[in-house]
């Protein structure tokens, strides 16, 4: 299993970037797909999650301005961002669990300038 995400950049306080992450290998419909990020000095955390049901989970510190979503038959999973604040600076890594094995992408750079 490979992950490819894109979609990072640099964005202004307060805007928006969405965050696309690509499955491929042999995976389909994986259990959970997620989305974590590190900022420098600090250690790796969870963003948001989707099980394949659909539920979801996020972080404290971005609920109500980050949705997750995720397309089953193409294997993708997103991260819309909004209302973006410099303490989101950080790169983004998707995360994928299926049937136990737990399978990272390279990550990708969001900065967020004041």
């Known amino acids: 299993v490979q992950l490819q995400a894109s979609g990072g950049g640099l964005v202004q306080l307060g805007g928006s970037l969405r965050l696309s992450c690509a499955a491929s290998g042999s995976i389909s419909s994986p259990n959970v797909m997620a989305w974590y990020r590190q900022a420098p000095g600090k250690q790796r955390e969870l963003v948001a999650l989707?099980?394949?049901?659909?539920?979801?989970s996020y972080s404290d510190s971005v609920k109500g301005r980050f949705t997750i979503s995720r397309d089953n038959p193409r294997n993708m999973v997103y991260l819309q961002m909004s209302s973006l604040k410099p303490e989101d600076t950080a790169v983004y890594y998707c995360?994928?669990?299926?049937?136990?094995?737990?399978?990272w992408g390279q990550g990708t750079q969001v900065t967020v300038s004041s």
């Open positions: 989707m099980i394949r049901d659909g539920g979801t």
């Open positions: 995360n994928v669990v299926h049937l136990g094995v737990s399978t």
